[in-house]
T-cell receptor, first 110, second 111 residues
């Protein structure tokens, strides 16, 4: 079973920030949090990852709680092209068995 | 190549036939993963390799499924005596520095 839980779906208005939560309450100290997204039938695409500190790149920001039991992916200004399924996964130092859950279907509306 | 390459992209076969799906990872990537994805579902882990060694095959549904990576590069996922329930998208991914890179997948349809 996947080590993360996410809401099934969420809507977001174009131009607004999209905040996607992920619960990983059983995460270990050496496990990273990764976010991927999948648009239509394409392969999942890497977005961002983090261990303890908050991270930001050109696509998104990742906020990890101090106890590391949950995190939030932030798309600062959602566009229609951000409509996708977003997956939160955890992985250890050695990649090992990586399991995806069902993800969150995000629909960005005009 | 620049990315993870999978072939064939589409495969239609009759029930009972064997199929082989190929994955050519990004050059130099040590770890290679196979996933299966049904419509509307997340990727389901099947197996993974480090170099040529199969590290975990706990996700393979039954003994009709097997995978190999004999030289630590190209991998083949083989499904013997295919059944209709095997119809799905089969995705391969390889690990680079800090990222898992996915191929475009092989869509298998078993009639």
């Amino acid at each position: 079973d996947a080590k993360t839980t996410q809401p099934t779906s969420m809507d977001c208005a174009e131009g607004r920030a999209a905040n996607l939560p992920c619960n990983h309450s059983t995460i270990s100290g050496n496990e990273y949090v990764y976010w991927y997204r999948q648009i239509h039938s394409q392969g999942p695409q890497y977005i961002i990852h983090g261990l303890k500190n908050n991270e930001t790149n050109e696509m998104a920001s990742l906020i990890i709680t101090e106890d590391r039991k949950s995190s939030t992916l932030i798309l600062p200004h959602a566009t229609l092209r951000d409509t996708a399924v977003y997956y939160c996964i955890v992985r250890g130092d050695s990649w090992g068995k990586l399991q995806f859950g069902a993800g969150t279907q995000v629909v960005v509306t005009p | 190549g620049a990315g993870v390459s999978q072939s064939p992209r589409y495969k239609v076969t009759k029930r009972g036939q064997d199929v082989a799906l190929r994955c050519d990872p990004i050059s130099g990537h040590v770890s290679l993963y196979w996933y299966r994805q049904a419509l509307g579902q997340g990727p389901e882990f099947l197996t993974y390799f480090n170099y040529e060694a199969q590290q975990d095959k706990s996700g393979l549904p039954n003994d009709r499924f097997s995978a190999e990576r004999p030289e630590g590069s190209i991998s083949t996922l083989t499904i013997q005596r295919t059944e209709q329930r095997d119809s799905a998208m089969y995705r391969c991914a390889s690990v680079g520095t800090g990222e898992l890179f996915f191929g475009e997948g092989s869509r298998l349809t078993v009639l």
